[in-house]
T-cell receptor
Framework: GAGVSQSPSNKVTEKGKDVELRCDPISGHTALYWYRQSLGQGLEFLIYFQGNSAPDKSGLPSDRFSAERTGGSVSTLTIQRTQQEDSAVYLC?????????????FGPGTRLTVL | AQKVTQAQTEISVVEKEDVTLDCVYETRDTTYYLFWYKQPPSGELVFLIRRNSFDEQNEISGRYSWNFQKSTSSFNFTITASQVVDSAVYFCALSEVNTGNQFYFGTGTSLTVIP
């Protein structure tokens, strides 16, 4: 079956512009995660959605970052007024249930470059 | 403080050699899960294994084996008779039942298997 998909695969933007990154999780997966992977760094947790519960936004680095998940499926991560330090690969993952037990299935990522 | 430490940034081995990737974690929870993921050059992270904190049995899957030792807070990963296809970045991760939603990833170990 289809895995997690993300779009665009690459995004180049100018400093100060807003960007939207999209994630389509595996059908039926109720949990969705966003991570940021910077060069030489591990995966930095950003935000977590589980069903209809309020999202866990504890990992968002600033108020320029926001995310939503419509209809319990597709998610959009928005970065406003992008800065050069926002350049990274943004990874989305989904899992069938949101418990800490379940493995996550990752998408290919969106590589964001802020000039 | 890092909850998951992968001290080896890069490792190179010659094909058919055995290689061990180290992972040390830190947690106060008594119930937690440990994971290994593989990120090949194509970019998508792939789940390899999950262990829970109550099961210290070592596990073997083909050429892969994992050594979980609570006494040293380590969850090391050994590849026997390495192959070129094993070249990837490997991430160790921790999830804590009482923390909730976050998965803590190490910074990864880049393994290059030289033919």
């Amino acid at each position: 079956g289809a895995g997690v998909s993300q779009s665009p695969s690459n995004k180049v933007t100018e400093k100060g512009k807003d960007v939207e990154l999209r994630c389509d999780p595996i059908s039926g997966h109720t949990a969705l995660y966003w991570y940021r992977q910077s060069l030489g760094q591990g995966l930095e947790f950003l935000i977590y959605f589980q069903g209809n519960s309020a999202p866990d936004k504890s990992g968002l680095p600033s108020d320029r970052f926001s995310a939503e998940r419509t209809g319990g499926s597709v998610s959009t991560l928005t970065i406003q007024r992008t800065q050069q330090e926002d350049s990274a690969v943004y990874l989305c993952a989904s899992s069938s249930r949101g418990s800490t037990y379940n493995e996550q299935f990752f998408g290919p990522g969106t590589r964001l470059t802020v000039l | 403080a890092q909850k998951v430490t992968q001290a080896q940034t890069e490792i190179s081995v010659v094909e058919k050699e055995d290689v061990t990737l180290d992972c040390v974690y830190e947690t106060r929870d008594t119930t937690y899960y440990l994971f290994w993921y593989k990120q090949p050059p194509s970019g998508e992270l792939v789940f390899l294994i999950r262990r829970n904190s109550f099961d210290e049995q070592n596990e073997i899957s083909g050429r892969y084996s994992w050594n979980f030792q609570k006494s040293t807070s380590s969850f090391n990963f050994t590849i026997t008779a390495s192959q070129v296809v094993d070249s990837a970045v490997y991430f160790c991760a921790l999830s804590e039942v009482n923390t909730g939603n976050q998965f803590y990833f190490g910074t990864g170990t880049s393994l290059t298997v030289i033919p």
